[in-house]
């Protein structure tokens, strides 16, 4: 392609990375969530402004890990907007008591991360997507203790998403909602990782939060 638009970054964890090729093979980069879906919906509407959508989301990432690689991941791409979903890696260090859940870093680093894209990137526009389980599968022996924890980071996110100007996008209760329609594990097979239904979810929650906003991606 010759032509490019504008730049769409993903970043996050595995829910983000969707197994997305590590090569410049154009069917499998974006991976197979929510990323793609989106981009799939937005890039074939858009064609004429050819946007370019970015997915550089890694499975097992905390954001303290998004930090530690966000200059080559995120500064030096330059992206229009980038898009974060990230909490879920950082609640599970905790609730197994590895090591590197010594301490809660989830705000302290969230919020340094985006003080210093605030700083180089001013004209980025930042979504931050809310992080959500379900009451199944791996969640579902210590159900309360891994519901405050995520709660918490719910709050945060909201928070941070206020502090700096972001679109925050709300996931709990899309999700809570669908399981009015099925099962949990029909949606988060495990209580983190979604199905490609919940991929869905995310996705239509993404677009009906982001295009109805001042970061709408318009031709």
Not at 23 to 37: A, K, Q, R, T, W
Not at 124 to 150: H, K, M, S, Y
Not at 154 to 159: D, I, L, S, Y
């Amino acid at each position: 392609m010759t032509q490019q638009g504008k730049v769409y970054l993903f970043q996050g964890d595995s829910i983000t990375d969707g197994n997305r090729g590590r090569s410049e093979d154009p069917n499998h980069i974006l991976g197979h969530g929510y990323p793609y879906l989106i981009a799939a919906e937005l890039g074939a509407k858009l064609a004429e402004s050819a946007p370019l959508f970015i997915n550089r989301g890694i499975s097992g990432n905390r954001v303290s890990d998004l930090y530690a690689r966000w200059n080559e991941d995120a500064i030096v791409l330059k992206p229009d907007t980038i898009s974060i979903l990230i909490g879920v890696n950082d609640a599970w260090r905790i609730m197994n008591g590895e090591p590197t859940g010594a301490t809660d870093r989830f705000e302290r680093a969230y919020r340094h991360l985006l003080e210093e894209t605030r700083e180089v990137l001013p004209d980025t526009g930042l979504v931050l997507c809310e992080p959500f389980i379900l009451n199944v599968g791996a969640t579902a022996a210590d159900w309360p203790r891994w519901q405050a924890q995520i709660a918490k980071y719910q709050e945060a996110t909201r928070r941070l998403s206020e502090d700096f100007g972001a679109v925050f996008v709300p996931l709990q209760r899309t999700f809570d909602e669908a399981c009015e329609r099925a099962e949990a594990a029909y949606w988060i097979w495990d209580g983190v990782h979604p199905t490609t239904a919940g991929h869905r979810l995310i996705a239509d929650a993404w677009l009906n939060t982001v295009q109805g906003s001042a970061l709408a991606i318009k031709e």
